[in-house]
């Protein structure tokens, strides 16, 4: 796993917008796994340690599940 800092930017988004604002990748934080996700969803532990790093900075960062 290759963790980055939350500040670092990630060239992942391309050409994208998201609630009016433009350029992604400098304001939102990429989640990834690694793997074919298709062929082989998800496991519940997958899933909850990813719920578990976003509940984190849902808190750090003041956002809801509305935004």
Not at 10 to 38: E, I, K, M, P, Q
Request: charged share 20%; net charge negative.
């Amino acid at each position: 796993m290759h963790a980055r800092a939350d500040g670092q930017i990630a060239w992942h988004a391309g050409a994208s917008s998201f609630l009016g604002r433009t350029r992604c990748n400098d304001f939102l934080l990429g989640l990834a796994f690694a793997g074919d996700t298709y062929a082989a969803p998800l496991t519940e532990t997958q899933l909850a340690s990813s719920l578990e790093w976003l509940a984190a900075r849902w808190k750090h960062y003041d956002w809801t599940p509305d935004a």
